[in-house]
């Protein structure tokens, strides 16, 4: 490692070559960082502030799994990634786990070779629009201006949307979230379609956000979360259930504020699994027995995390809606720790 | 005294593969070969392990399948159910489009700017200085990407067309600038059309004729028969009259505001004009100056030789500078036409859907086929410049001097 | 008559009379204008519409520029500040001018990347200019080591003892070079090889030793990036291009053409493919596990790219020395590097100079191109982070304006150098 730094002088940039072990976590031990691989800026969900920290939702997915593995949630480099250079960073090895709003499908999972390890957001794309076009209903678009955000699957669902209903409309494919927003706002769009959290989003960021309004229709399933590459089963399983123990943990009643006084052991066997002092699930996946209670300790349960960055009562403003917990009538369902 | 003889037959040596120089050249072009051989084997085979690895494969299967995507501008039937293949036809159709779109523009705009900055006039050689370094001096994207917001920002949308009393209004009930583009009227073409438009072909022909009768006529016999507006009316008049006769059969579909949108005309979309401006302005800026180069590059001797032969201003410019600047301005000409194409792929920054948008964009991150689509691309621009190239040598060749 | 000549002329002026001024119209600025401005009537047309556009655009741009908003802290700060007046949001240029400068590296380090920038002149100063002493080249030769030391960071030996690499290649150069070229050549590239070597584990014994603190190559951003790749690439492909240009000029035949297919191929595809090779596909081209970091193979990329253009140029220097000059290298009895590098290069060089800073320039605008691929660079930076923050979601003339004036003062500071060393070299043609 030390040696190829050396050369990396020589190269000016620092060639990070290094054997490669056979297991990602062994690489992120020894390299004493967790990769992570996050959208370019998408406010709530990943973007550095003014003082180039990164925050947001699936920013805290990679703290937590940093604090679960590494025990330290600042341990993480941040690889922000647009639509097209997401899959080949992670297929690559650039970066060891993607948490950047990427859609389950079919075709990612099976031909791109990757392993979603959860959904950490239910969404589905919708469309926003200025209320003075007094359109009620995505159905009443024939002939409009639809601004896209290329290199996603919305560009596929809007497709398929239209085609099914017969009607016709004119794509204007925008690279980055901001530049179609302006053409929203400067009206060379009449619609904005995307995931509608991020229509949420975005309208949080405009002058008069009661000008506009997000379209009934919610035309297409977007089963966010994050993913790994195939092939190490074992470091899918690191990232699957840190995931469900913040899950787990807003069922259990577990937060950031009582889980250090919860760690002394409780009467609940279920919390003691989680946080590690019964069952030795630590061991098992190759972490610290406390592994859950790192990671819990430092972005709080789902719920949390959920209302710091996206909440009700941010300017993104989200309800839980599907994102509630199975026993609030949501689809959040974490597998027992067992 | 020695006699000169061979120097004797020495029998070949290993130490002679490097040290004669007979062999030498032999020796470095065989390691040379080796090392480049072996790089692009270490490649391979390191791409088909990675890939292996990942189970992937390269194939180009993915051409055929349906492409699930809307591209607006589409020169050639295209929808969502097409092929990969197809789109990325499109997106090629659409990168010739804006390249000679934008080489014509910034030639007009190349002479323009790099005649008038020799001008006497200091007031306008000055503008142009400052167009030219302003343009020179700052990355394409960059204006790419301000033109494309000067459009959006300043231009009014479809919507303010509309009402009783609208805050915009179309120029001339045909043109409609909004920040969606430019609505211009289509022309409608009749039963009869292709005649006329035979009839315009063929005048083209007829006026070409003339003039070169006319120019033949004043060599043999010295008589000057007028030029200008015999050719005006033989290029018009038999069209017009064609026109006329068969009932207008060429007419003018208006764009007009239908539901969200311009209907009917011919839309040219905010991103095309985005890239087609600042290519043009960009690379027009560049123009100007070898315009200029090759302008200077005449010397005086040759303005005032002619003047002494007796020849008035305009033709000393037409038969005397021209044809020698041209020789100096169309080479660097042609590497500015090649540039341009090239830097058309930034459109992907406006999303204009060219080749890079269409093949090197979508479908890329639809399919995941990285290889494959990057090397397709690369092959497409290659071809291009290969052909331009190719063009260039032809016509280096045509116009060399011919010394003895 | 009268035809003969008056001789009793009553007064004959003997003092000759002053000259009288001449005619207002000919005089001072009125003849300057008649000159320049009105000589013709369509020159006057030409005048009048020119000061028409001048004053169009002043009258758009100064009050915007000079109504200005500095200090504010959001887009809805400056309007209610403005409140309905022209004028620009700058605040936030005063807000973000870090991100834009430095992206995202480390607030309390802005003095290294600054100190490399202002050496930076002093290591280039002597290639420019060639009335400098020549000592002054000893330090552009240390400069590069003590650029990477200040702006990556890390322990003082990395750059040290590559700089001792280098140094005793050189030496070993410089002592086999006699016997002949190609072994000085080949036994100091092994020397350096070695020193490297024994250099890692002196490195992995102490790798704390005078250690700035380190900092990752994808926190460097904004306009730094810029600077760092157009300046990086273009040094590098500099020499890269020579070899290129002289396997063109190659007699061997296929030396020649893997370096003519190499121009051709890369002359043939815009950056921005190449910029994609980078990004999407070189990982799959290296050993598996490999890991590039990013800004590395960009500047691979950009390196090539830069290295096909500037071959051409100094493929047309070449071409354009007389014949002659091979061949007194040729009958003087040197052999082909010697005359290369005494005869052949310094010549062409020296004519290709300005072709090669016209590559400077273009390559250093096309550096903006990596905000395409997520870069974030003073473009990326602007189109990323700062446009889509709630804060300034809309501020695009501000922004942009920034981004163009200051690569404006970097390519026209660069061409006007180029103007000026061509006037240089004319002067001893003529």
Redesign the interface.
């Known amino acids: 490692m030390?040696?190829s730094?050396?050369?990396?002088?020589?190269?000016?940039?620092?060639?990070?070559?290094?054997?490669?072990s056979a297991s990602t976590l062994e690489d992120v031990k020894a390299r004493g960082e967790l990769n992570c691989g996050v959208n370019?800026?998408?406010?709530g969900f990943a973007?550095?502030?003014?003082?180039?920290n990164w925050q947001g939702f699936d920013i805290d997915i990679c703290r937590a799994v940093a604090a679960a593995v590494l025990g330290d949630p600042d341990a993480v480099?941040y690889?922000?990634?647009?639509?097209?250079?997401r899959?080949?960073a992670l297929?690559?090895?650039?970066i060891d786990m993607l948490s950047r709003n990427t859609t389950w499908t079919f075709s990612?999972d099976v031909?791109?070779?990757f392993e979603f390890v959860g959904v950490n957001y239910y969404d589905g794309q919708g469309f926003i629009a200025p209320r003075?076009?007094g359109v009620t209903s995505a159905k009443d678009?024939?002939?409009?201006?639809v601004c896209i955000q290329?290199?996603?699957t919305t560009?596929?669902n809007?497709?398929?949307f239209?085609?099914s209903n017969s009607i016709s409309?004119?794509?204007?494919?925008?690279?980055?979230?901001?530049?179609a927003?302006?053409?929203l706002?400067?009206?060379?769009?009449?619609v904005y379609t995307t995931d509608a959290s991020g229509l949420a989003a975005s309208r949080?960021?405009f002058?008069n956000p009661g000008d506009w309004v997000i379209l009934p229709e919610i035309i297409s399933k977007e089963p966010l979360g994050p993913l790994v590459?195939?092939?190490d089963n074992d470091w899918g399983d690191i990232v699957r259930w840190t995931l469900n123990a913040l899950v787990a943990a807003e069922e259990l009643g577990v937060t950031s504020a009582n889980v250090a006084e919860l760690s002394n052991g409780t009467d609940n066997p279920e919390v003691n699994r989680l946080l590690g002092t019964e069952g030795g699930l630590g061991e098992m996946l190759g972490l610290d027995a406390d592994w859950a209670a790192n990671a819990l300790a430092v972005t709080g349960n789902y719920g949390e995390i959920f209302e710091r960055h996206i909440g009700e009562n941010t300017?993104i403003g989200l309800a839980r809606g599907l994102n509630a917990q199975w026993t609030e009538g949501g689809l959040l369902y974490a597998p027992p720790f067992r | 005294m020695t006699t000169l003889t061979d120097p004797p037959q020495e029998s070949f040596r290993l130490s002679m593969l490097l040290n004669d120089t007979r062999y030498r050249s032999y020796t470095f072009q065989f390691i040379a070969l080796i090392c480049l051989v072996g790089f692009i084997g270490w490649l391979v085979s390191n791409a088909a392990q990675n890939l292996e690895d990942l189970g992937q494969d390269i194939s180009y299967q993915f051409l055929g399948e349906s492409s699930g995507y809307d591209i607006n501008q589409r020169p050639i039937a295209y929808d969502s159910q097409s092929t990969h293949m197809r789109a990325a036809i499109v997106g090629v159709l659409n990168t010739l489009i804006v390249a000679v779109l934008g080489c014509v523009t910034a030639t007009i705009l190349g002479v323009v700017a790099g005649v008038l900055r020799l001008s006497n006039n200091w007031i306008v050689s000055k503008l142009m200085a400052v167009y030219v370094e302003a343009f020179r001096n700052v990355p394409v994207l960059i204006w790419i990407l301000i033109i494309f917001f000067i459009m959006t920002a300043s231009l009014p949308g479809p919507s303010a067309f509309r009402g009783d009393d609208p805050s915009a209004s179309m120029v001339l009930d045909a043109f409609a600038f909004t920040n969606r583009g430019v609505y211009v009227p289509k022309p409608l073409w009749l039963d009869g059309s292709m005649i006329v438009v035979i009839t315009f072909l063929l005048s083209i022909v007829a006026m070409f004729a003339y003039r070169r009768y006319a120019t033949k006529l004043l060599f043999d016999t010295g008589r000057l028969l007028p030029m200008f507006w015999p050719s005006v009316g033989i290029l018009f008049l038999p069209t017009l009259i064609m026109f006329f006769l068969l009932g207008r059969p060429i007419g003018l579909e208006y764009p007009e505001l239908r539901g969200f949108n311009f209907q009917g005309g011919i839309q040219v979309r905010g991103s095309l004009i985005a890239l087609w401006f600042a290519l043009a302005i960009y690379t027009g800026a560049f123009i100007a100056e070898n315009v200029r180069a090759g302008i200077q590059a005449i010397s005086k001797g040759q303005t005032e030789a002619a003047a002494s032969l007796g020849l008035r201003p305009n033709r000393i410019m037409n038969l005397v500078i021209l044809p020698q600047a041209l020789r100096v301005i169309i080479p660097p000409l042609i590497s500015q036409y090649l540039n341009l194409t090239k830097n058309s792929s930034l459109a992907i920054a406006v999303g204009y859907m060219d080749v890079t948008g269409t093949l090197g964009g979508i479908t890329l991150n639809q399919t995941g086929r990285a290889i494959e689509a990057i090397l397709l691309l690369m092959l497409f621009y290659l071809t291009i410049s290969l052909a331009i190239s190719a063009v260039m040598n032809v016509y280096n060749n045509a116009v060399k001097l011919k010394e003895r | 008559m009268s035809d003969k000549p008056a001789h009793n002329v009553a007064f004959v002026r003997e003092t000759t009379l002053p000259p009288s001024p001449p005619p207002v119209a000919e005089t001072g600025a009125i003849k300057w204008m008649r000159e320049n401005l009105f000589s013709s009537a369509f020159n006057s047309i030409m005048t009048i519409l020119g000061v028409l556009a001048v004053y169009q655009i002043l009258s758009l741009a100064l009050p915007w520029l000079l109504n200005g908003v500095w200090n504010a802290s959001s887009i809805r700060d400056c309007r209610e500040i403005l409140d309905g007046a022209t004028g620009g949001c700058f605040a936030v240029l005063t807000e973000r001018w870090h991100q834009l400068v430095f992206g995202r590296y480390p607030q309390d380090s802005y003095w290294r990347p600054t100190l490399a920038f202002l050496l930076m002149f002093a290591a280039f100063a002597p290639v420019l200019f060639s009335n400098l002493p020549k000592k002054m080249l000893i330090f552009t030769g240390l400069y590069p080591f003590i650029a990477y030391y200040l702006v990556w960071g890390g322990s003082v030996l990395v750059p040290i003892l590559s700089l001792v690499g280098f140094a005793v290649g050189y030496v070993v150069y410089t002592r086999l070079v006699d016997r002949s070229f190609a072994t000085g050549f080949f036994g100091g590239v092994a020397a350096a090889i070695a020193v490297w070597y024994i250099g890692g584990f002196i490195i992995n014994e102490d790798s704390t030793f005078l250690a700035l603190e380190q900092v990752e190559s994808r926190d460097i951003g904004g306009f730094m990036l810029n600077l760092i790749l157009g300046v990086v690439c273009l040094s590098v492909s500099l020499p890269l291009g020579i070899v290129l240009a002289l396997g063109r000029q190659s007699r061997m035949p296929i030396i020649k053409w893997i370096c003519v297919v190499f121009i051709e191929f890369i002359r043939g595809v815009p950056l921005i493919t190449l910029l994609f090779v980078a990004n999407v596909v070189l990982a799959y081209f290296l050993p598996p596990g490999t890991n590039f970091d990013l800004i590395l193979r960009v500047m691979i990329m950009i390196t090539m790219f830069a290295a096909a253009y500037i071959a051409e140029v100094i493929r047309g220097g070449l071409a354009a020395l007389p014949r002659g000059q091979y061949e007194a290298g040729d009958s003087l009895g040197l052999d082909y590097s010697q005359s290369m590098r005494l005869i052949i290069l310094p010549q062409a060089l020296k004519i290709s100079i300005p072709g090669i800073v016209n590559v400077a320039v273009g390559l250093f605008k096309d550096t903006t191109l990596v905000s395409v691929i997520s870069m974030f660079d003073l473009v990326g930076m602007v189109r990323g982070p700062i446009l889509a923050s709630t804060d300034w979601n809309g501020v695009y003339w501000e922004l942009f304006g920034f981004a163009a004036l200051l690569f404006f003062v970097f390519c026209y500071g660069i061409s006007q150098y180029s103007q000026w060393l061509e006037r240089q070299l004319q002067t001893d043609h003529r």
């Open positions: 030390k040696k730094m050396l050369l990396g002088a020589l190269t000016v940039a620092g060639l990070a070559a290094g054997a490669a370019t800026g998408l406010v973007a550095p502030d003014a003082n180039n480099k690889v922000p990634l647009t639509g097209k250079t899959f080949t297929a690559a090895g650039e990612r031909d791109l070779k003075e076009l678009l024939d002939g409009a201006t290329t290199g996603t560009e596929l809007l497709a398929d239209f085609r409309y004119e794509p204007v494919p925008i690279e980055t979230n901001a530049e927003l302006q053409q706002l400067a009206g060379a769009c009449d949080a960021t002058e590459r195939h092939g300017p």
